[in-house]
């Protein structure tokens, strides 16, 4: 069993560092009661437990990678502790060390394995028509140029344009559009599409393992593996620490061994090592991101990594995906337009007697809002076109206006359309008496959210594969200004690359389609636990409700933690800075300097506990809004 699939504190990362810092402390029992043997053994024990974490590393590293690093300064003070005869302060620094690492660690080791989820999308097996028959085969076998059949309920197993049939597809898991594309021959379709209603003959344009999907799985591999090689900010500080410190060791003993006694110099060389190793510094900013994360999950943000943490903090740009992020990603009625002497709610109540027959997304927003529903009988439904029934002897038809001319409604519904609704037009007996318009809303506490962003000096734009024109209609509605609209994955990915070399980019999203732009961006953010598989392994960062208002709060939270690591950061340097000229004048022995670094360590671990409180970003209705996630978080 993989470590990241037990109780964290049976996983070897966490298990070894804890059982080191338990004889550790009994250790110091033993020494405080008299018993002096017992107390070493123990002491050594928690030594090379601890020291078994980080030693080998650092060893590798500098034999085979010539990398110098904290791990190496740590295993040469260690050392230096032990030759002086202290290996009590040894043990200490060894389990300080390795419980540092093994906290950072296990905050930033989150597999994503995940990401392969997203061809699970396309089916294992494909319908193609050869002549008059139809074989199945596997959808690797699949090539540019063959006629796939795609039945309803199927998904396509791959690229291609529409030979033959007309339907709708369901493109949310790809698009991230909650509302279905109606389809016709000629119009192309994406691997992953659920077809929704009629038969469809599909002349492949990709074959079946390189198509649109694979391509987006090759993205996100490509942006986490740059992500992947960013070094860690305690390795950034210690490159040229470490040496620097090695260095200077070295001549206080060769200088000082010239110049005077050798077994003096020696050992304040060896003081000085432990002078200048930085505990502190490893010590704080893992215990302060780990605080900090722990604390963000609590109000329903999870962020994966220590990394992933700190560049939350530092974030001037969000580029947002409309569907399912801004909006509710459920198609509700907002206007209903009639022909003389016909009456909102009648429209409404033939419409639903027939769209309760069908599955369409826009049938179930029509249905439930409806007070009254009819009987209707000798259903039919033509895909891609609209459905019909008989109500009371009466032929009604539901349909779009593709297929239903709006005659006298024209204007209504271009308005309609206008303001970024889809329309569906009512018949009866072939004469038209009303149109209905559905829009996706946007969430209520969007224009808020948007305001507090400002505020806090944060850009925002907006990024969907949506029309324009109901892009900017609901992006008027929000208020934003900056809107990116008709984008596919690979553009959405281009454009926040773009956006994150100009400064640092919040990318947040919920859909497949969001899954390179999420793992391009400076912080990729998931939106919610039902969001695409893609998406969360893709992120940095998912919350686990669809609240807007997590978003300041988690930018203000973030800002705040990387605020204490800085700190926490500069109170370690100033530590190692006091104490070297203190250890190298012989002012301070082994004993005072483990001392007074001891002492530290409790300070900015102090410090950077701050880091798990939480700061309400004032925005209306916050408590409600947090206690709403925490409600999501915990069912």
Not at 98 to 108: F, G, P, Q, Y
Not at 507 to 515: L, V
Request: proline share 5%.
């Amino acid at each position: 069993m993989e470590d990241s699939a037990r109780a964290w504190w049976r996983a070897s990362g966490i298990l070894i560092p804890i059982v080191s810092g338990a004889a550790f402390l009994t250790g110091l029992i033993l020494d405080w009661s008299g018993q002096d043997m017992p107390a070493l053994v123990v002491f050594w024990v928690g030594l090379l437990l601890g020291a078994s974490t980080f030693v080998p590393g650092a060893v590798r590293g500098l034999v085979v990678r010539r990398k110098v690093g904290i791990a190496l300064l740590m295993t040469i003070s260690a050392i230096g502790a032990v030759i002086l005869g202290y290996v009590e302060e040894a043990a200490a620094l060894a389990f300080l060390y390795s419980i540092a690492e093994a906290l950072e660690d296990k905050a930033m080791d989150r597999a994503r394995s995940g990401l392969r989820a997203l061809l699970k999308l396309v089916p294992d097996t494909a319908t193609i028509r050869q002549g008059s028959t139809t074989v199945e085969i596997p959808a690797a076998d699949l090539t540019p140029g063959m006629v796939l059949v795609v039945k309803p309920g199927e998904r396509v197993a791959t690229d291609g344009i529409i030979q033959a049939g007309r339907s709708s597809l369901d493109t949310s898991a790809i698009t991230g559009e909650s509302i279905p594309v109606e389809v016709a021959p000629g119009d192309p379709v994406a691997a992953g599409a659920i077809n929704t209603a009629g038969s469809l003959d599909v002349r492949t344009t990709a074959g079946g393992t390189d198509n649109s999907l694979t391509t987006i799985v090759e993205l996100v591999e490509q942006a986490q593996a740059e992500k992947g090689a960013r070094a860690r900010l305690a390795d950034r500080i210690a490159k040229p620490l470490v040496p620097g410190v090695i260095i200077l060791a070295i001549l206080v003993g060769v200088l000082g061994s010239l110049l005077g006694d050798p077994e003096m110099w020696i050992t304040r060389a060896l003081v000085v090592l432990v002078a200048a190793s930085p505990c502190a510094l490893a010590i704080a900013v893992p215990v302060t991101v780990v605080s900090a994360i722990g604390a963000a999950s609590r109000f329903g943000v999870i962020i994966k990594s220590g990394a992933a943490f700190e560049r939350l903090g530092t974030i001037r740009h969000l580029a947002v995906d409309k569907t399912g992020t801004l909006t509710r990603n459920q198609p509700t009625i907002t206007t209903i337009a009639t022909t003389d002497g016909v009456s909102e709610a009648e429209v409404l109540s033939l419409a639903a007697a027939i769209e309760q027959h069908s599955t369409h997304p826009l049938a179930t927003a029509i249905t439930a809002a409806a007070s009254y529903v009819p009987a209707a009988t000798d259903v039919t439904e033509e895909p891609g076109h609209g459905i019909s029934g008989t109500i009371n002897d009466h032929r009604v038809t539901v349909g779009s206006p593709r297929w239903i001319s709006p005659g006298p409604l024209t204007t209504q519904v271009e308005a309609m359309e206008a303001a970024g609704q889809t329309c569906v037009l009512v018949t009866r007996d072939d004469t038209l008496i009303g149109a209905i318009g559905v829009r996706d809303e946007l969430r209520p506490e969007v224009p808020d959210v948007i305001r507090t962003l400002a505020g806090q000096g944060v850009a925002v734009s907006m990024l969907t594969g949506d029309n324009t024109r109901t892009a900017h209609a609901l992006a008027a509605d929000a208020g934003i200004s900056d809107v990116h609209a008709e984008l596919r994955p690979e553009d959405k990915a281009r454009l926040v690359a773009a956006f994150a070399t100009e400064r640092p980019t919040a990318m947040i999203g919920d859909g497949i389609n969001d899954a390179p732009a999420l793992a391009g961006a400076t912080v990729g953010i998931a939106m919610g636990a039902t969001g695409s598989d893609a998406a969360i392994e893709s992120a940095d960062v998912a919350f686990t409700g669809h609240d807007l208002r997590l978003i300041p709060q988690a930018l203000q939270h973030a800002k705040r933690g990387r605020t204490i690591i800085n700190q926490n950061i500069v109170l370690s340097l100033l530590i190692i800075i006091v104490l070297l000229p203190l250890a190298i004048t012989g002012t301070l022995g082994l004993a005072a300097v483990v001392l007074v670094h001891e002492v530290a360590e409790v300070i900015v671990i102090g410090n950077g506990l701050r880091a798990a409180r939480t700061r309400r970003t004032a925005l209306p209705n916050a408590v409600t809004a947090q206690q709403s996630v925490t409600e999501t978080a915990t069912r």
